[in-house]
T-cell receptor, first 114, second 114 residues
Framework: TQLLEQSPQFLSIQEGENLTVYCNSS?????LQWYRQEPGEGPVLLVT?????EVKKLKRLTFQFGDARKDSSLHITAAQPGDTGLYLC??????????????FGTGTRLKVLA | DTEVTQTPKHLVMGMTNKKSLKCEQH?????MYWYKQKAKKPPELMFV???????INESVPSRFSPECPNSSLLNLHLHALQPEDSALYLC?????????????FGPGTRLTVT
């Protein structure tokens, strides 16, 4: 079974602080996605990383894919209360031709205090 | 347009009721998914449809019956549910055969079984 372990599970920080969330696996993934989910809503896609070593930036969010494509990180600079939510990484190993089964990470619940 | 819509937003049903959840997307995606999500947990895959055919059934109880009438619509028929089936039900869609395998999620249906 391919697992995606996220750390930390919970994070409560003050507005303006920086933080990093990690997504690790012992398996290689062809791509990884990061989502943010607010309570009672569906996950919203933030970014996809595909190439080993790739770095993508989305405003104050920086995403990195590990060189071996087994891990990824999400760094938030100067966190704001609007960043509060559940952050999920997800990978898609190929299992059958044509359709792909997502493996979701264990999730990181972030709370940013004003 | 990256929107997946789901109706209803909230549903309360008794254990003897029959109800249906609906999902629609107009992104030209040929893979559609049903997920179940319990509080503070990542989504769990239930079913995958590829080109309107059931591709994956994750050993879901028969009281859940999926249907894909066409490439834009996905239904989940519910009958004789149990209280432990109360959860957020998420629909998602994606392209088939694309390297990045990005899934786009709807806002979900909050189901309560009484």
């Amino acid at each position: 079974t391919q697992l995606l372990e996220q750390s930390p599970q919970f994070l409560s920080i003050q507005e303006g602080e920086n933080l990093t969330v990690y997504c690790n696996s012992s398996s290689v993934f062809s791509s990884l996605q990061w989502y943010r989910q607010e309570p009672g809503e569906g996950p919203v896609l933030l970014v996809t990383v595909v190439t080993g070593g790739e770095v993508k930036k989305l405003k104050r969010l920086t995403f990195q894919f590990g060189d071996a494509r087994k891990d990824s990180s999400l760094h938030i600079t100067a966190a704001q209360p609007g960043d509060t939510g559940l952050y999920l990484c997800a990978g898609a190993p190929r299992i059958t031709s044509g359709t792909y089964k997502y493996i979701f990470g264990t999730g990181t619940r972030l709370k940013v205090l004003a | 347009d990256t929107e997946v819509t789901q109706t209803p937003k909230h549903l309360v049903m008794g254990m003897t009721n029959k109800k249906s959840l609906k999902c629609e997307q107009h992104m030209g995606h040929r893979a559609m998914y049903w997920y179940k999500q319990k509080a503070k947990k990542p989504p769990e895959l239930m079913f995958v449809y590829s080109y309107e055919k059931l591709s994956i059934n994750e050993s879901v109880p028969s009281r859940f019956s999926p249907e894909c009438p066409n490439s834009s619509l996905l239904n989940l028929h519910l009958h004789a549910l149990q209280p432990e089936d109360s959860a957020l039900y998420l629909c998602a869609s994606s392209h088939v055969g694309q390297k990045t395998y990005e899934q786009y999620f709807g806002p979900g249906t909050r189901l309560t079984v009484t």
